[in-house]
């Protein structure tokens, strides 16, 4: 699809909306949704990031001594990326890295409705099944379980043990999964999703990189990092997967256009 020029400029101030994004890995959130998380979050937008991993099976190791020390290392640089990016409720799970295909759907859907009941977000972002432009298993499973978490946080039939006072079934209105222009040459085949949201991101290209880098451990990845992102670094392209709004899909340039707020 074609992305026409902006014609819906994003709308501010978008205070009392929230945008949720679920990840693998920490600097997922930072490499793939991070000028479009700051650029809500500037917008006055509430937001969190659910990484399922604490991302302890890395090759770049930062000198941890054992899968232990480099998650309780990777916590940290999560933290700290997520307070660049301005992330209103940043949430890291404990699942094993490299083996999100081996855990039990119904136990991670489980932990990401919760964590969408509690959050309520309007918008959900995460990666497709093609795992993104690195093509991680880790990533299409995230996007996987997100999706119907996504489905199954609205049902009354569905986790109903959860609802007590405060969390009860809640509808969030549209889902995302990340997409790119691009593939990463000589890797194995990615199939991507359609761009049909573009969100520009220009003015929060420098921070995003910054955020990236507040993963040290990961400092070996900078260079292909940097080289992938800097000359695409206006926008952060979406495929738009559902919605309850419905009806055929056009080129949109806001995540938010048509969400009502609750
Ligand atoms: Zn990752």
Same mark, same amino acid.
């Not at 400029?9 to 949720?20: A, E, F, K, S, V």
């Not at 209105?173 to 999964?177: D, S, T």
């Given at each position: 699809m074609q992305l026409?020029?902006?014609d819906q400029?994003?709308?501010?101030?978008?205070?009392?909306?929230?945008?949720?994004c679920v990840t693998a890995h920490p600097d997922d959130e930072a490499g793939g949704f991070g000028g479009t998380l700051l650029k809500y979050r500037s917008a006055g937008v509430e937001t969190s990031v659910v990484c399922l991993t604490p991302g302890q099976a890395a090759t770049h190791r930062g000198g941890a001594k054992s899968d232990y020390e480099l998650a309780e290392m990777r916590k940290k640089e999560f933290a700290a990326a997520c307070q660049? &990016?301005?992330?209103?409720?940043?949430?890291i799970l404990d699942y094993p890295d490299g083996q999100l295909y081996l855990q039990n759907v119904n136990r991670v859907v489980y932990a990401l409705a919760l964590e969408i009941r509690k959050f309520r977000p309007h918008v959900l972002m995460t990666f497709g099944a093609d795992g993104g432009v690195t093509g991680h298993p880790d990533h299409g499973m995230a996007g996987v379980f997100a999706s119907l978490a996504f489905q199954w946080a609205g049902r009354n039939n569905r986790y109903a043990d959860q609802f007590n006072g405060d969390i009860k079934p809640y509808r969030t *209105?549209?889902?995302?999964?990340g997409t790119a222009? #691009?593939?990463?040459?000589?890797? *194995?085949p990615i199939t991507l999703a359609p761009q049909t949201t573009a969100i520009e991101m220009k003015e929060h290209f420098e921070t995003k990189v910054a955020a990236f880098k507040a993963h040290t451990s990961q400092a070996p990845l #900078?260079? &292909?990092f940097e080289e992938n992102v800097r000359n695409r670094s206006e926008r952060e392209l979406f495929h738009l997967v559902a919605s309850v709004q419905g009806g055929p899909v056009r080129p949109e340039t806001d995540l938010f256009e048509g969400v009502e707020e609750d």
């Open positions: 026409t020029a902006p400029p994003i709308r501010y101030n978008l205070g009392m909306l929230r945008l949720m660049i &990016l301005k992330v209103s409720r940043p949430v *209105q549209k889902l995302y999964y222009d #691009f593939v990463i040459p000589g890797r *194995q #900078f260079p &292909l």
